[in-house]
Every structure is written in C-alpha cells, then in structure tokens.
C-alpha cells in the first residue's frame, strides 16, 4: 500500500508475481456485472503463466466445482483511492468507508471472485482453467487460486448490511431485426452471445444514479471483440440495436 511518499517502520510491504491471466469477454469496465455469477453466460479462462504453468498445481481442483480467484485491480490501479466513496447498491449518492464496500478503488488493489470451474485443460504444456460466472475485465492478473469450500465459506446467517439482497436484473432485453441477423453473422464456438448480453443488460450496467430512469442515450459496450449498440426505449425495456466487429 502506498500513501503519498510517506514511510514508516511499521508498514511492511510485499511483491508477488503473478501466477496467471484472465481470459474474458469484458474488455473494458463498463458492462462487467458489479458482483460475479450474476452473469453465468460470461465464460473465460485462467490461463496460467511462469512457474505456475504447471499441472501439478492443480492436481485435485476437479473436485471443486467453484473456485475463489485472488486478482489485481490492474484496470483502475493508477486512479489511486480515497478513503470515502459511492457504493452503486446505494445510488451512488452516499458516502461508505471503502474498506466497507467491495470499490475497486482500495489502498491495495486486490479483489476475490468466486467463479465456476467447468474444466481443467493441459495442451501443449499451457495449463488453463475455464471458468464462468466471471465480472473480471480482460488481462486481469490473478495472484491465487483457492477451492470454494461451502460449509466455511457460504454463511446464511451472515448480516451484508446494505447488501444483503442479490439485486435484481430490472430490465427486459429485445433484439431489433439488425442485431438478430448480427447474431447469426458474429455467434462463434460456444459463446452463446445472445444469452451473454442479454444477462448483462438485465443488470442495467449504466451508473447506479441513472436507475429506475428514462435515458435516451444509445450506449456500446465491448463484449470479446464486438461493439454492441443498446438503448432503453421504455423504463424497464432495453432494445439491442446492432453489433459490429472491432479493428484490431
């Protein structure tokens, strides 16, 4: 953790390499579901690099059928961060602790994801877990891997104070006749792209303050290497416009 130049004797610092790399179809932050397995069609991929790139670290993790991914917040690390900020699950209009939120935006930019495990591949000496139910953005570097063990880790008599409700996915999603033709042209191996971004347009991803608001805005949002094209034509309906693939 850093704090503007100022050391201490008392704050010990560490390095870590990481040990793999998320594969995902989120490529930038917009979109990405606020919490993971709210969008169970996000399918990607652990790939695992250096030393760790070694199927015998994964010897046994078949068993599990979830998996929590310890990651860096390596999209927003530069911002830095502030004390205070905007939980979305409060309107983004009040002020939280951030070590009382789950903000990207924290004195050490780490996070934790459950994620589900649905196989485990070694070719070519490259092993890769592939996972879904993922909310991480694409090159997300991981710096552990730990089974998701039920009786320790899903607490139902947990209080989550201002979450402790799953939202709900708000919005209806429909396809125009253009984008439904850009399905058949763009829907490649197993993606499932209209299953995908109908989850992730359900969850409303536009900032929490433009919630339960009418909004004529035509948004896009990076899903692998398509452009989607969206607007909200009623309160609770979202059209899905067109797709388009984008220039490497």
């Keep these: 953790m850093s704090n503007?130049?100022?050391?201490?004797?008392?704050?010990q610092s560490f390095e870590f390499d990481a040990l793999g790399v998320i594969e995902?179809?989120?490529?930038?932050?917009?979109?990405?579901?606020?919490?993971?397995?709210?969008?169970?069609?996000?399918?990607?991929?652990?790939?695992?690099?250096?030393?760790?790139?070694?199927?015998?670290?994964?010897?046994?993790?078949e068993q599990f059928s979830h998996l929590w991914l310890i990651f860096v917040f390596h999209g927003t690390q530069e911002q830095g961060w502030k004390p205070l900020v905007r939980p979305p699950r409060l309107g983004g209009n009040v002020k939280t602790g951030v070590l009382a939120t789950r903000s990207t935006f924290r004195p050490n930019p780490i996070g934790m994801s459950v994620?589900?495990?649905?196989?485990?591949?070694?070719?070519?000496?490259q092993t890769i877990l592939h996972i879904s139910g993922l909310d991480l953005l694409n090159g997300t570097p991981i710096l552990d891997i730990k089974p998701y063990v039920p009786y320790s880790d899903a607490l139902i008599d947990a209080d989550a104070g201002f979450?402790?409700?799953?939202?709900e996915a708000v919005l209806s999603v429909i396809f125009s006749e253009k984008m439904q033709a850009?399905?058949?042209k763009y829907e490649q191996d197993d993606r499932k792209l209209a299953l995908l971004i109908e989850q992730v347009l359900k969850q409303d991803p536009r900032p929490a303050y433009k919630r339960g608001k009418t909004d004529d805005k035509v948004y896009g949002m990076s899903l692998y290497d398509l452009n989607i094209q969206w607007q909200l034509i009623s309160l609770d309906t979202v059209l899905v416009l067109n797709m388009t693939q984008i220039a490497k």
């Design 163 to 167: 979450a402790q409700e799953q939202p």
């Design 24 to 61: 995902s179809p989120y490529q930038e932050k917009f979109a990405i579901p606020r919490q993971p397995n709210l969008v169970s069609a996000a399918k990607g991929k652990v790939i695992l690099t250096g030393l760790a790139n070694n199927n015998e670290l994964v010897r046994g993790i």
């Design 182 to 184: 850009d399905l058949i």
């Design 115 to 125: 994620v589900k495990l649905d196989k485990v591949v070694t070719e070519k000496k």
């Design 4 to 11: 503007t130049g100022q050391t201490s004797n008392d704050v």
